[in-house]
């Protein structure tokens, strides 16, 4: 007979619970190493993609095709606005992390939820980017994130999955502490 | 009679010269703010958005539409691919960043570049976002960040590019440094 799946949040828990037992086993399992491209336009103009990556102790190949994203300026910062800018794509990648951590762990704990919003800012000095001092950062001086959820669930159980998201979040781990870049020139 | 206004590398030098100028009469004006908003949608997948922003001391209303960007994980992490997860978004903005800091320092110095092109790679243990160990960190453990560069310019010039980019790239600065992130739960 078919064990029955539990869903909550649209996360199925029974699988998810299942993924944490074989890593358990055999963590080497949880190591994933993800990829991007990166080809230049014209001016700030260029295009990313989004494919492959390695997973679950495998090459994954199950996309047939790849993510493709324009980043550009807008006409303020010399560009022709072609796609968001590359710290705008920063807040993109730090509120779907903190959204699905926040959904998967509610999940995990029963928790459903019926509505969840962000709404992201990030304060940039371009003085840094430009060389013109280093009285400012050349990143974001701060980022503020609001959330708005509806659920049935009490408010202090909320606010504790607003902050096991933080906690858990791979992104918000990223971009609040440091993380080793390193960059080479191809001979 | 009009000045001829120069352009290396798609990039109008003549106007960024210009726009340095015009913040180091008034250094306000480097002041700008980004924001995305997140709608969650089922399981993994969530919506961000990017349009409006702050900066040159206004509201920027320049763009008519959102920049639209679906983010979930693929079936292996229980999700169903609806589009690039949150920590490839990482790479796509470190990669723009990168690539723009790249092209517009060079055009500030007058050198010409025909091609760039880079490949990213991240490692990350999903044992730190699954709250199973904290031996893991839950972002990324290291990146690697590779460029091809085609131009006529002596190779240790674009060394020298390769290092700049990352020195003035405000995406390399959120990532390698900390960045002060703030989440509040609405009331």
């Given at each position: 007979?078919m064990?029955?799946?539990?869903?909550?949040?649209?996360?199925?828990?029974?699988?998810?619970?299942?993924?944490?037992?074989?890593?358990?086993?055999?963590?080497?399992?949880?190591?994933?190493?993800?990829?991007?491209?990166?080809?230049?336009?014209?001016?700030?103009?260029?295009?990313?993609?989004?494919?492959?990556?390695?997973?679950?102790?495998?090459?994954?190949?199950?996309?047939?095709?790849?993510?493709?994203?324009?980043?550009?300026?807008?006409?303020?910062?010399?560009?022709?606005?072609?796609?968001?800018?590359?710290?705008?794509?920063?807040?993109?990648?730090?509120?779907?992390?903190?959204?699905?951590?926040?959904?998967?762990?509610?999940?995990?704990?029963?928790?459903?939820?019926?509505?969840?919003e962000?709404?992201l800012?990030?304060?940039?000095?371009v003085?840094?980017?430009?060389?013109?001092?280093?009285?400012?950062?050349?990143?974001?001086e701060?980022?503020?994130?609001?959330?708005?959820?509806?659920?049935?669930?009490?408010?202090?159980?909320?606010?504790?999955?607003?902050?096991?998201?933080?906690?858990?979040?791979?992104?918000?781990?990223?971009?609040?502490?440091?993380?080793?870049?390193?960059?080479?020139?191809?001979?």
């Amino acid at each position: 007979m078919m064990e029955q799946e539990r869903v909550v949040n649209g996360v199925n828990v029974t699988r998810l619970f299942g993924t944490i037992a074989t890593i358990k086993k055999e963590p080497g399992i949880g190591r994933f190493q993800f990829r991007a491209t990166n080809r230049w336009i014209n001016g700030t103009h260029n295009e990313a993609k989004v494919k492959d990556f390695f997973g679950a102790g495998k090459e994954d190949d199950s996309r047939k095709e790849a993510y493709v994203f324009d980043e550009d300026e807008p006409a303020v910062l010399l560009g022709e606005d072609r796609g968001a800018n590359p710290v705008e794509y920063v807040l993109v990648a730090l509120s779907g992390c903190l959204t699905t951590s926040l959904i998967a762990h509610a999940a995990a704990r029963g928790i459903r939820l019926d509505a969840v919003e962000s709404r992201l800012e990030g304060d940039l000095d371009v003085r840094g980017f430009l060389g013109m001092t280093d009285e400012v950062r050349r990143g974001y001086e701060n980022i503020r994130v609001t959330f708005r959820i509806k659920s049935d669930a009490p408010r202090e159980t909320l606010q504790e999955l607003v902050e096991l998201a933080q906690k858990r979040s791979p992104v918000f781990d990223i971009v609040t502490n440091p993380t080793p870049v390193k960059v080479t020139l191809e001979t």
